[in-house]
């Protein structure tokens, strides 16, 4: 950047920074004319207030599959899809599931690290706490005692004495809030992007980076409202190094929503052969998605 050779960067998994905003700050200070993160918002929730030209795109990602997805056959799908598999239920108690099997086992060395840290709060307390924020992390700054309504609002939940801590109301936990905010997002990232997305299979074009597949479609007029909110110099993507599909295999998935009986007639067809058949719901949907296929 001092040299002149990039105007800009990406810059990957913010939220494992101990400062997300601080570093940003440093890159824009030292020359840097665009910055754009990775970072993974859940729908609706916003970017915060970082020197940044915008995200690399996850939002127009799902917000762009989810338009071509037709919200009217959530309902026979769903039913659909809780007969075949005998699944019913919903996206987030799998979600929620997915990630205390990673707080407890995966991050189990973090969550022990963070009880070290703060010995006083129940470690499974702090394993719940994990797997419970509603988004990847929050941003409380126990260096300068900044702390959001976002975070206040992510945190309502957390048992009294864990939320007071988070939320610098007790002071002299500093470094575990520190690292408590850098541990929940590979928690949420393994739960659900690599766990949770590939149990619950209703609708796969659904089940990418930034999307709740417990969101069937969106309207033109919202997708628009969508587009219009978006920073304008915010990058738009449909397939990247990390999406599970690319666009066209998840753009013919989302069409099985125009053919919901025609589907069932299939994978009933089929359930007698299978062993599992919340695995053949998944292996079906990859076939429709990437075809036509060759012998090879």
């Given at each position: 950047i001092a040299d002149g050779v990039i105007d800009g960067v990406r810059v990957d998994h913010p939220d494992g920074l101990a400062d997300p905003a601080g570093y940003l700050s440093r890159l824009r200070d030292a020359g840097a004319g665009h910055v754009w993160v990775e970072k993974i918002l859940h729908p609706g929730e916003p970017l915060r207030d970082w020197p940044v030209d915008g995200t690399v795109g996850y939002e127009f990602l799902v917000d762009t599959t989810s338009l071509f997805v037709d919200g009217a056959a959530e309902g026979a799908l769903t039913s659909l899809y809780a007969k075949v598999t005998g699944e019913q239920r919903a996206f987030e108690e799998v979600a929620h599931e997915a990630q205390l099997e990673m707080a407890g086992g995966t991050f189990s060395r973090e969550v022990d690290w963070l009880h070290r840290l703060a010995p006083d709060v129940d470690r499974s307390e702090i394993k719940t706490a994990l797997a419970a924020i509603p988004i990847y992390r929050t941003y409380v700054e126990p260096w300068s005692g900044k702390v959001d309504q976002l975070d206040r609002d992510a945190l309502s939940s957390m048992p009294e004495r864990l939320r007071r801590i988070l939320l610098l109301e007790e002071r002299g936990f500093d470094e575990?809030?520190?690292?408590?905010?850098?541990?929940?997002?590979?928690?949420?990232?393994?739960?659900?992007?690599?766990?949770?997305?590939?149990?619950y299979n209703r609708l796969l074009a659904l089940n990418e980076v930034g999307n709740d597949p417990g969101r069937f479609g969106i309207t033109v007029d919202e997708y628009h409202r969508l587009n219009a909110a978006r920073p304008p110099r915010g990058l738009l993507i449909t397939s990247t190094h990390d999406t599970k599909r690319s666009a066209d295999v998840r753009a013919r998935i989302g069409a099985i929503s125009l053919f919901v009986e025609e589907w069932g007639e299939l994978v009933r067809s089929l359930v007698p052969s299978w062993p599992d058949p919340n695995d053949l719901w998944m292996v079906l949907q990859n076939v429709v998605g990437a075809w036509p296929l060759t012998a090879d």
């Open positions: 575990f809030v520190t690292r408590f905010q850098q541990t929940s997002p590979p928690v949420t990232a393994k739960g659900i992007e690599d766990t949770a997305f590939y149990r």
